[in-house]
């Protein structure tokens, strides 16, 4: 029991990068079967497919910024971890890092559709391809937001 807080603070910080990864594989993989598609009519949209597919990504890396802030702010990498973390604490961090956990999930999954109807679109229209970015992007605000929410509540502790 005495290690529950610092327990719960580090599965904070897994989920934050773990579900934020496993979004942006469900949004890149989307997209890039959506790709493929494109590309087995006409290989030459080779370069407008790959930035759609790439878009879904950041969210795993957005995971990452938050993993590793949490770790940072809880002495990990200094080697002066607090084993004994208050069962608040370890909650409060846990709490920190859900939006970024919830929000790089969905988020790239969302992204991951949309981006995969970019390249259905720049399919039958090429010239259409920033308008497709732009919307793929909108939900890249999204992620953003999840990531300043837990930098904040993290920063706060």
């Known amino acids: 029991?005495?290690?529950?807080?610092?327990?719960?603070?580090?599965?904070?910080?897994?989920?934050?990068?773990?579900?934020?990864?496993?979004?942006?594989?469900?949004?890149?993989?989307?997209?890039g079967q959506a790709a493929a598609s494109v590309l087995a009519e006409d290989p030459n949209k080779f370069s407008a497919c790959l930035i759609l597919q790439l878009l879904p990504g950041t969210q795993g890396l957005y995971g990452l910024v938050a993993?590793?802030?949490?770790?940072?702010?809880?002495?990990?990498f200094a080697g002066n971890i607090d084993f004994n973390l208050s069962l608040q604490m370890g909650l409060m961090y846990f709490?920190?890092?859900?939006?970024?956990?919830?929000?790089?999930l969905l988020s790239a999954i969302a992204q991951g559709r949309c981006a995969a109807d970019g390249a259905r679109l720049i399919a039958k229209r090429p010239e259409e391809l920033s308008k497709a970015?732009?919307?793929?992007?909108?939900v890249e605000f999204y992620a953003i937001l999840s990531l300043l929410a837990t930098f904040l509540m993290i920063n706060g502790l």
Do not use: D, R
């Open 67 to 76: 993993w590793f802030f949490a770790l940072l702010k809880l002495g990990f």
């Open 1 to 31: 029991m005495e290690y529950i807080g610092i327990a719960l603070a580090f599965i904070g910080a897994a989920l934050a990068v773990g579900l934020s990864c496993a979004g942006s594989a469900i949004g890149v993989g989307t997209a």
């Open 133 to 138: 970015i732009i919307m793929a992007i909108m």
């Open 95 to 104: 709490a920190a890092c859900l939006p970024m956990a919830l929000g790089g």
